[in-house]
């Protein structure tokens, strides 16, 4: 399975001899029509180490700019015989209309607040490797939910997986009808926190939010900022994650983010990385024959 595959390849990754040929002669586009540091860096690495051509494209320097469509641009891409196309775009569903304009391996790198698949994936590999299991942890996930797609990613990856999956957020940052996704809601952060395996924070999304939904900065820190008095609550084992970027000060106080015992934010980096190995290597084989 996949997460067993990322496994082999986080030891390649440590090694000095990093490269491998097993995606020799393919290409990939990493086509991103959003910012981004660590997912367009690592399905580059990703890409690269597998023997695979990358090629980066920034909207900004693209004929998108210019006012073609964005299926105009994945056609366009499409005539070039690719292998896969790496897809970020600030639109929920934007990835997967695409998808159905080409014939080569589309992988989503975030579709707007929708999905975000190998951020979930390279969370469940972190967790796996620290904890030597997902079935049965206690999950929470906490803060601006409503924005992110990392959260819904994980609530579908971790369910599957048999871990129970809790949101804590504010009213204003939970999406209505979000237990039928099988979570448990909660608004008081000690509350959500109490017994967790893993306490994964998010990033307050303030570039998605059109009106006010959050009082302060220094209110949202103060009720659900994790920091050392809250995080009591959580088990004593209990491993930090934050997919990045972080705001310190925000939804995580900065000692905690930096915390070597307990926190895995730079590890789930790592992970990143093996874990876009893995899937670009399976989507290509089945894609490619
Ligand atoms: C996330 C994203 O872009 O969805 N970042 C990431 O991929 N590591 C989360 C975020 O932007 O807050």
Redo the contacts with the bound molecule.
Sequence with gaps: MLLDLSDSYVERNRSSDKKLSTLRGRTVINLFFEN?T??RTSFELAGKRLGADVINMQVSTSSVSKGETLIDTAVTLNAMHLDALVVRHPDSGAVSLLAEKVNCAVING?DGSHE?PT?ALLDALTIRRRKGRLSGLRVAICGDVLH???ARSNIHLLNIMGAHVRVVAPKTLIPSGIERLGVEVFHDMRAGLKDCDIVMM??V?TERMQGNFIPSIREFFHFFGLDYAKLEMAKPDALIMH???MNRGVEIDSDVADDVERSVIREQVEMGVAVRMAVLEVLTRTEGG
């Design positions: 981004s660590r997912t975030g975000h951020q992110s797609r990392v998010l990033r999304q997919p990045g970027p």
